[in-house]
């Protein structure tokens, strides 16, 4: 399977062209912002292959196609390349017209935009509060900040009184924040969700989804990686 592959690193070969008929995603396999474009992919049902990146050690050819480096980027077959999680999710959503993940009406898209510039604001969370304890800081001022803003998203669902954040089945935005809750017991922050009663059956629906049971790891593998990364010498290879 193409994500099982290897990182490619500096000194690397370039790969081939992109196949026939498919989208190539650069990618890291334990990246949260990567997996966004992964659920997007296998969502829609899109033929792609997956190259996974040495972050820490970038190949140069990979630099020439996007000089930010970052992980999440897309590659056509005529060499067009897009880059930004949220972007080529949008992206993928247009030009692949099957199952749309966003909502037609321009007013109910602006909403997931609106929430997703909120759900912005919540992923720091996720670094320094695990950043902060790894150094033996108290961390109970940032845990009770993301509390605050879980329960701003859990008010979210409980207004719009769906299962999912852009209705009773999933859209774009579900995709575009799950990576994150699926990380939250690797991370110690599950306990977080314990007055969101709402956000807290969010998930347990998403766990039900085959799309996210497709790309997701187990706590045990986001645990070793974290250990590795937060060391200074991540196993992007861990389990192949």
Request: aromatic share 12%; net charge neutral.
């Amino acid at each position: 399977m193409a994500a099982s592959q290897k990182c490619l690193g500096k000194g690397s070969a370039a790969p081939g062209p992109v196949p026939k008929d498919h989208i190539r995603l650069y990618s890291m396999r334990f990246c949260p912002f990567a997996q966004r474009t992964r659920l997007v992919l296998n969502a829609k049902g899109i033929k792609h292959d997956i190259i996974n990146i040495n972050l820490k050690n970038k190949p140069d050819w990979f630099l020439e196609k996007n000089p930010l480096g970052l992980v999440p980027t897309l590659e056509t077959q005529s060499g067009q390349v897009i880059y930004e999680s949220p972007i080529t999710c949008d992206y993928l959503d247009e030009v692949y017209p099957q199952k749309k993940l966003l909502p037609s009406d321009p007013f109910e898209r602006a909403q997931q935009k609106m929430l997703l510039e909120h759900f912005s604001k919540v992923t720091p969370y996720f670094y320094k509060i695990p950043v902060s304890r790894a150094k033996g800081e108290d961390v109970s001022a940032l845990e009770a900040e993301l509390k605050e803003k879980l329960s701003q998203l859990n008010e979210t669902l409980v207004k719009k009184k769906t299962t999912f954040f852009g209705g009773d089945s999933i859209t774009m935005i579900d995709y575009m924040m799950w990576p994150w809750f699926e990380r939250m017991e690797m991370m110690e922050l599950k306990h977080c969700l314990d007055s969101t009663p709402q956000l807290k059956k969010w998930t347990e629906h998403m766990l039900e989804d085959p799309t996210v049971k497709a790309t997701m790891f187990s706590t045990e593998f986001y645990k070793v990686f974290y250990k590795s990364y937060m060391e200074g010498n991540p196993n992007y290879d861990y389990g192949l």
